[in-house]
T-cell receptor, first 112, second 112 residues
Framework: KAGVTQTPRYLIKTRGQQVTLSCSPI?????VSWYQQTPGQGLQFLFE???????NKGNFPGRFSGRQFSNSRSEMNVSTLELGDSALYLC???????????FGSGTQLSVL | KNEVEQSPQNLTAQEGEFITINCSYS?????LHWLQQHPGGGIVSLFM???GKKKHGRLIATINIQEKHSSLHITASHPRDSAVYIC??????????????FGTGTLLAVQP
């Protein structure tokens, strides 16, 4: 079984631009959650999607959004990028919830 | 005060030693995860538990719901165990979600 795939692996953007990150979960998994990791704040929950519905959202501004498609693939979008958005963005999938999470390798976003 | 506290923050051990990493939390939870992160970013889920004890190879995880405390033990530690170990909890907000609250991690270095 293929693991969780995140693309792209690295991304460099400038302030004010927008970015879209992609996450393909393990086949059959319906839950996809997104997390941000920075040296200062550590790991923080962004949002979770289950069967195309956003089930939970973390404490991030509205510039951060996401969606999930019928094949469970998920995208997250960050608009009007700020320097502080530089981080490793990780997604994880599970069959439902209260199951073991499988993480992707992450997308390293640098905002210049 | 963080909702999830880990100790110690840093740990250096000699190969073969028994290692314990502790996690205390202050919120109601539905499950607790132990995660391992190697340099380069990849996160692997080691355990997800809501009660009792789980064992996998040289790793043992325990949780005491009444005391809001969990421990991760590594027996016969090896240099390949060197990584950051992260405790995370599913906030018990009544819904089944993967909205995780993370500890700040324990950096473990096992010297040969």
């Amino acid at each position: 079984k293929a693991g969780v795939t995140q693309t792209p692996r690295y991304l460099i953007k400038t302030r004010g631009q927008q970015v879209t990150l992609s996450c393909s979960p393990i086949s059959g998994h319906r839950s996809v959650s997104w997390y941000q990791q920075t040296p200062g704040q550590g790991l923080q929950f962004l949002f979770e999607y289950f069967s195309e519905t956003q089930r939970n959202k973390g404490n991030f501004p509205g510039r951060f959004s996401g969606r999930q498609f019928s094949n469970s693939r998920s995208e997250m979008n960050v608009s009007t990028l700020e320097l502080g958005d530089s981080a490793l963005y990780l997604c994880a999938s599970s069959g439902t919830t209260h199951e073991k999470l499988f993480f992707g390798s992450g997308t390293q976003l640098s905002v210049l | 005060k963080n909702e999830v506290e880990q100790s110690p923050q840093n740990l250096t051990a000699q190969e073969g030693e028994f290692i314990t990493i502790n996690c205390s939390y202050s919120v109601g939870i539905s499950a607790l995860h132990w995660l391992q992160q190697h340099p380069g970013g990849g996160i692997v889920s080691l355990f997800m538990l809501s009660s009792g004890k789980k064992k996998h190879g040289r790793l043992i995880a325990t949780i005491n719901i009444q005391e809001k405390h969990s421990s991760l033990h590594i027996t016969a530690s090896h240099p390949r165990d060197s990584a950051v170990y992260i405790c995370a909890v599913n906030g018990g907000d009544g819904g089944a979600t993967n909205k995780l609250i993370f500890g700040t991690g324990t950096l473990l270095a096992v010297q040969p």
